[in-house]
């Protein structure tokens, strides 16, 4: 039987319109209703003008209208369809003049390439809008390409609102532009865009005309912003330049011992193995460790310790729990140490050797807008969070070597957070104890407890000591006395009394926290900004917690900018004077460089000069230098 239908018929053209969002909102469809907001325009103009070029004449005339925009000081969008190679480019540079050029024909790949770093090469005021340029940057290896020729508009939105998750075409478009888009998702599914251009799929034009609009609509928009909000320089100087170091270190790699890296796998496993059977022979009993509910019934169950804490799947046996048991419980003490031993199997003795390219070193990720602190992190693998405190976890960065003919050099900056907090604060007790190179720990000791600075006690500068970096983090007494095992009311004393010796700093941060509450956020020395939404909650723990960011979030912050000036000056020392040595790896207050054995006395110098000189502080910054034959050496 033949039915008289068109498909065409049922196609939705707009479904987030007026009607539509009174059903998601009566039916609680919350993913929906974020995509009614109020403003919204769902259906873009712009669809109409996305043009595919394939025809080398036409091809040679919009790079050629481009060239000439770029001239004459005006913005031009880019979005690069690539992998491991290039696939196609979108060009915008005016409402109407949106283009997607893939490679086809006689538009080849390397015609493409060339025709890009021509028109980048033209421009010297970041008038190339780009998105994400560190994971693109590969395709201009050949280039001599100049980094003030782009702006990187998902970094630019980053520094406007660090705490957000997302910073491409489609966030962008939403929070800028008021308009709706289709997601990436939504076009491509599952695809790569290797797939998706071997498929020829239209939705891969639609996927790069869009992010190219977007980086050209919202390009003044977010420059603007971040002029009015005082935070260019920091996106000039810092942020920009940070792209270009980064991605040279991941380019670069850092190489990895694979004999070394399998024997400390065997010596943990066979650790793990003892501590197994000391565990069983503790228990009574073989019970699968790793199983929190097995684990549970064994400790508060058959052994009966005390401070349960049942849940619905069972008892507790998170780390804080097991933590306030092991001093009293040898069994427990053997669980903990077997976890940490267990994870670093998993995570790096074994978890590292997939990461290992074919050249025999790791190039891990550097990722410069998931932090809302400003800080970098590390993954694919995290090379930030290898454990330093237990001598198995220092053991991995033995694996960790340089090629022959060179040295690990490894600078660290001393107490960086303490001496921002003595410049911030402008505390003149803490700044003459930093000018004097007095041991500031030593120095605070004498002040808090009342005692000449050559009768401190160890202890007293222990204690001194956690004082004075629980006063960066906002560690309340209860968390200061669980670090130092004395009673609150004894941990509450010591802060009194620190804040009675260093008035300036406790002036400081309460004007700190004063100032995030009525801004909205905080702000470092550098003008990074940080939301602290927490500040305004009706939950009282929320709003301790936005209190604890606020005080550290300016002085955290602050280290974070200038580790990342250090890396600027040094990666760019590095190149400028023809040097083989390269920057390979940054964790937190460290640098890493892979030195050639004839360059270490010129190295050292430039890491001094560039870690020291990264700002100027009313105190000295100050950097402990090592060098080695493998990581752990170095550090």
């Known amino acids: 039987?033949?039915?008289?239908?068109?498909?065409?018929?049922?196609?939705?053209?707009?479904?987030?319109?007026?009607?539509?969002?009174?059903?998601f909102k009566r039916y609680d469809f919350k993913n929906m209703l974020k995509r009614c907001d109020g403003n919204i325009q769902s259906e873009p103009d712009c669809y109409e003008h996305f043009t595919s070029v394939t025809d080398?004449?036409?091809?040679?005339?919009?790079?050629?209208?481009?060239?000439?925009?770029?001239?004459?000081?005006?913005?031009?969008?880019?979005?690069?369809?690539?992998?491991?190679?290039?696939?196609?480019?979108?060009l915008t540079f005016g409402e109407k003049d949106i283009y997607y050029i893939p490679?086809?024909?006689?538009?080849?790949?390397?015609?493409?390439?060339?025709?890009?770093?021509?028109l980048i090469n033209v421009s010297d005021n970041r008038y190339i809008v780009i998105d994400n340029l560190k994971d693109y940057l590969h395709i201009f290896d050949k280039y001599d390409i100049d980094e003030h020729s782009f702006m990187d508009i998902s970094v630019a939105a980053y520094l406007i609102h660090p705490n957000n998750d997302r910073y491409d075409y489609e966030a962008l478009s939403k929070e800028y532009m008021s308009m709706l888009v289709m997601s990436r998702q939504e076009l491509l599914g599952k695809q790569t865009v290797k797939e998706a251009y071997d498929k020829d799929d239209d939705n891969l034009l639609k996927l790069a005309c869009l992010t190219s609009y977007v980086n050209y609509k919202c390009s003044d928009v977010i420059t603007d912003i971040l002029k009015?909000?005082?935070?260019?320089?920091?996106?000039?100087?810092?942020?920009?330049?940070?792209?270009?170091?980064?991605?040279?270190?991941?380019?670069?790699?850092?190489?990895?011992?694979?004999?070394?890296?399998?024997?400390?796998?065997?010596?943990?496993?066979?650790?793990?193995?003892?501590?197994?059977?000391?565990?069983?022979?503790?228990?009574?009993e073989e019970f699968n460790i790793n199983s929190p509910k097995q684990l549970g019934v064994i400790l508060f169950e058959k052994l009966g310790m005390p401070n349960a804490k049942k849940t619905k799947s069972g008892y507790s046996t998170a780390a804080d729990i097991l933590d306030k048991l092991a001093p009293d419980y040898p069994i427990v003490k053997k669980i903990l140490e077997y976890r940490q031993l267990t994870k670093l199997n998993s995570t790096y003795a074994v978890g590292l050797v997939s990461y290992i390219s074919?050249?025999?070193?790791?190039?891990?990720?550097?990722?410069?807008?998931?932090?809302?602190?400003?800080?970098?992190?590390?993954?694919?693998?995290?090379?930030?969070?290898?454990?330093?405190?237990?001598?198995?976890?220092?053991?991995?960065?033995?694996?960790?070597?340089?090629?022959?003919?060179?040295?690990?050099?490894?600078?660290?900056?001393?107490?960086?957070?303490?001496?921002?907090?003595?410049?911030?604060?402008?505390?003149?007790?803490?700044?003459?104890?930093?000018?004097?190179s007095a041991d500031i720990h030593r120095a605070t000791a004498a002040e808090v407890f009342n005692t000449p600075i050559d009768e401190v006690t160890p202890l007293q500068?222990?204690?001194?000591?956690?004082?004075?970096?629980?006063?960066?983090?906002?560690?309340?007494?209860?968390?200061?006395?669980?670090?130092?095992?004395?009673?609150?009311?004894?941990?509450?004393?010591?802060?009194?009394?620190?804040?009675?010796?260093?008035?300036?700093?406790?002036?400081?941060?309460?004007?700190?926290?004063?100032?995030?509450?009525?801004?909205?956020?905080?702000?470092?020395?550098?003008?990074?900004?940080?939301?602290?939404?927490?500040?305004?909650?009706?939950?009282?723990?929320?709003?301790?917690?936005?209190?604890?960011?606020?005080?550290?979030?300016?002085?955290?912050?602050?280290?974070?900018?200038?580790?990342?000036?250090?890396?600027?000056?040094?990666?760019?020392?590095?190149?400028?004077?023809?040097?083989?040595?390269?920057?390979?790896?940054?964790?937190?207050?460290?640098?890493?460089?892979?030195?050639a054995v004839d360059e270490m006395d010129i190295v050292k110098d430039i890491l001094t000069k560039g870690m020291k000189e990264a700002a100027s502080l009313r105190v000295p910054l100050e950097i402990d230098i090592k060098q080695g034959n493998n990581w752990l050496e170095a550090h």
């Open 1 to 23: 039987m033949n039915i008289d239908y068109n498909v065409m018929d049922a196609s939705i053209n707009n479904m987030f319109n007026d009607e539509s969002y009174k059903l």
């Open 56 to 90: 080398l004449s036409q091809v040679e005339d919009i790079f050629n209208k481009a060239k000439k925009c770029v001239a004459e000081c005006r913005k031009v969008g880019v979005s690069i369809m690539a992998e491991h190679e290039l696939y196609a480019v979108s």
């Open 461 to 595: 500068r222990s204690n001194a000591k956690a004082v004075n970096f629980g006063i960066i983090y906002g560690m309340s007494s209860f968390g200061l006395s669980q670090d130092l095992s004395i009673t609150p009311k004894e941990a509450k004393a010591y802060i009194e009394k620190y804040f009675a010796s260093y008035p300036d700093i406790k002036a400081f941060i309460d004007g700190l926290v004063e100032s995030a509450k009525k801004k909205g956020y905080s702000v470092t020395m550098f003008n990074r900004r940080r939301e602290i939404p927490e500040l305004s909650s009706s939950n009282f723990m929320q709003r301790s917690f936005g209190e604890r960011v606020a005080m550290n979030a300016p002085i955290q912050g602050t280290a974070a900018d200038i580790i990342k000036l250090a890396m600027i000056r040094v990666s760019r020392a590095l190149k400028e004077q023809n040097l083989k040595s390269r920057l390979i790896l940054q964790v937190h207050d460290e640098l890493l460089v892979e030195t």
């Open 103 to 118: 490679v086809y024909g006689f538009v080849l790949t390397d015609y493409l390439i060339e025709k890009l770093a021509d």
């Open 358 to 436: 074919g050249d025999g070193r790791i190039h891990g990720t550097f990722n410069q807008t998931i932090t809302a602190t400003g800080r970098i992190s590390s993954t694919e693998p995290n090379l930030q969070n290898i454990p330093i405190r237990m001598e198995m976890g220092k053991a991995i960065r033995k694996v960790f070597i340089p090629k022959d003919g060179y040295v690990f050099i490894d600078a660290d900056y001393s107490q960086i957070e303490l001496r921002i907090l003595a410049h911030m604060s402008g505390d003149e007790k803490l700044i003459e104890a930093y000018n004097s």
């Open 228 to 284: 009015k909000e005082d935070m260019y320089e920091l996106y000039e100087t810092i942020e920009m330049p940070l792209v270009f170091v980064l991605y040279d270190m991941q380019k670069f790699g850092i190489k990895v011992d694979k004999q070394a890296l399998s024997d400390y796998s065997k010596v943990l496993v066979e650790k793990i193995n003892v501590l197994e059977k000391e565990i069983y022979e503790a228990a009574g």
